[in-house]
Nanobody
């Protein structure tokens, strides 16, 4: 079992920055990759970014490329999402997720077995 806890959300003005953190505990050695999904009002979680735990390979949805940077600190079992140039359309609950299967589709919510409770990001205009 893997437990995930997110932090770092808040209210910012358009153009501002936030850094989200996700700390994993439990059977962390079984994790192949971690990701950030975001969920707006009345929507299902949508893929934002992911990173493989060992090699550090990253992927991003097109709408955040050049603005968001995903990273991980293996020693701290922590993943980060640095968000710059925030836009009102980035407003959502951001969820941390982890998966064990390296062959699974990287941007599909169903590929991830473990989920945090989410942290709210609100961007005002």
């Amino acid at each position: 079992q893997v437990q995930l806890v997110e932090s770092g959300g808040g209210l910012v003005q358009a153009g501002g920055s936030l850094r989200l953190s996700c700390t994993a505990s439990g059977r962390t050695a079984s994790v192949y990759a971690m990701a950030w999904f975001r969920q707006g009002l009345g929507t299902e979680p949508e893929f934002a970014a992911s990173v493989t735990w060992s090699a550090g390979r990253t992927a991003y949805v097109d709408s955040v490329k050049g603005r968001f940077t995903i990273s991980r600190d293996n020693a701290k079992n922590t993943m980060y999402l640095q968000m710059n140039g925030l836009k009102p359309e980035d407003t959502a609950v951001y969820f941390c997720a982890a998966r064990r299967n390296g062959d699974a589709t990287f941007d599909a919510p169903s590929s991830y077995e473990y989920w945090g409770q989410g942290t709210q990001v609100t961007v005002s205009s």
